[in-house]
């Protein structure tokens, strides 16, 4: 059931707000599915129950410090040195096709029709902290030597 109402939704904004569909990144981070059926407050992860709440946003986030590694697809070459910065070993020269990679995406937002995942907006801004909290340390690492 769940399957077809999501694939039911008429446009962007209907899939967007559909139970068990926000909220990825914190849901990927707490080890459940991405979009998965939804149960009022509650979605399936795995094979327990979790509520999408302040605490579970929160410690989702949080999870983002104990990562080896954070890089952002939207800065890319920044993220391929920061690796090699970090676990060694030389950037190998291969074709990669980013052309999905920018910030402003050409996914059109203007369809969400003012539709924000809370959820996520906040782990994405503890992604980009810890990221660029990560590039100014090597940059400042450089500094000294």
Request: hydrophobic letters at 60%; a positive charge.
């Given at each position: 059931m769940y399957k077809r109402q999501v694939?039911?939704?008429a446009d962007?904004?209907?899939f967007a707000s559909a139970p068990g569909v926000g909220a990825c990144y914190a849901k990927m981070l707490s080890g459940c599915a991405c979009a998965t059926r939804a149960n009022g407050t509650r979605v399936a992860c795995g094979d327990r129950w979790a509520r999408v709440d302040a605490g579970?946003?929160?410690r989702a986030a949080g999870r983002v410090d104990a990562l080896g590694f954070v890089g952002l697809l939207e800065a890319y070459n920044a993220s391929r040195c920061l690796f090699h910065r970090r676990f060694g070993g030389a950037p190998?020269?291969?074709p990669v096709d980013?052309?999905?990679a920018q910030r402003d995406s050409p996914w059109p937002e203007a369809e969400l029709r003012g539709w924000v995942d809370d959820a996520d907006e906040r782990v994405w801004a503890r992604v980009l902290a810890r990221f660029e909290?990560?590039?100014a340390r090597e940059l400042a690492r450089d500094a000294r030597v």
């Open positions: 694939r039911r939704a962007a904004a209907a579970f946003v929160a190998r020269a291969f980013r052309s999905h909290a990560d590039v």
